[in-house]
């Protein structure tokens, strides 16, 4: 698409008015959103995954990027609400990176829930985990999607892809970071009635405060 609006200025077929730039500016910018999410594909396939462990609260990276979520989400319509209990314990990760997998889920659960819907973000201690869970009530998976939806380049529905901006990669890199601190990530969802992403981090070891870095 770039290419040909670059083609159809040069031949003086379409002026490069506001409009028109205005369509190139996204083609560029989606283009290099693909490009970042790849070269992290490729960092991390390489096992070369930089990773800079310390204890955090996880409370407080799970209420940041859900604030830095909300003015989309409300533009469309949609309640985010957070369910945290008291006394959560410090999680050994990087703050960044889970930030990126929650932000990733975020994007996912407001693309694909209709107007009036509702997201919940949740976290629960499960012995030396912290399980976090992103809800919403859209649209669903069906079963037979459900398997292949961390695969890269892999859409339910591909007619949006357009509409919606992806590229089919946000989940793979969200699996290969939850997976980089020793966690998981997992999927369940019934069409028509929404879907629940959910991924574990460790609990920090109370004996060490110093950041680590894993290469």
């Known amino acids: 698409n770039v290419q040909g609006y670059l083609e159809a200025f040069k031949d003086g077929v379409v002026q490069p008015n506001r409009a028109a730039i205005d369509s190139v500016h996204e083609e560029v910018v989606l283009l290099s959103q693909l490009v970042n999410d790849l070269q992290e594909l490729a960092t991390a396939d390489a096992g070369e995954l930089k990773l800079v462990i310390q204890p955090e609260e996880i409370s407080l990276v799970i209420n940041r990027t859900v604030s830095a979520t909300k003015a989309q ?3 469309k319509g949609l309640s985010v609400v957070t369910e945290l209990p008291d006394g959560l314990p410090f999680c050994a990760i990087d703050s960044h990176r889970i930030n990126q997998v929650l932000h990733n889920l975020l994007d996912n659960a407001v693309a694909h829930t209709p107007s009036g819907g509702a997201i919940t973000v949740s976290a629960i201690r499960q012995d030396k ?6 809800s919403d009530t859209g649209e669903g ?14 859409r339910v529905d591909k007619s949006r892809a357009r509409a919606t901006g992806g590229h089919g990669l946000g ?40 950041a680590v870095q894993i290469d």
Request: charged fraction near 25%; glycine fraction near 6%.
């Open 73 to 75: 989400a409300n533009a």
């Open 129 to 134: 985990w912290v399980e976090v869970a992103v």
């Open 171 to 210: 989940l793979t890199i969200a699996r290969r970071l939850v997976e980089a601190h020793g966690g998981k990530i997992e999927a369940r969802s019934e069409p028509g009635k929404g879907s629940r992403f959910h991924f574990t981090v460790p609990v920090a070891d109370d004996r060490s405060h110093d």
């Open 141 to 154: 998976i069906p079963p037979n999607e459900l398997p292949n939806i961390f695969e890269r380049f892999y």
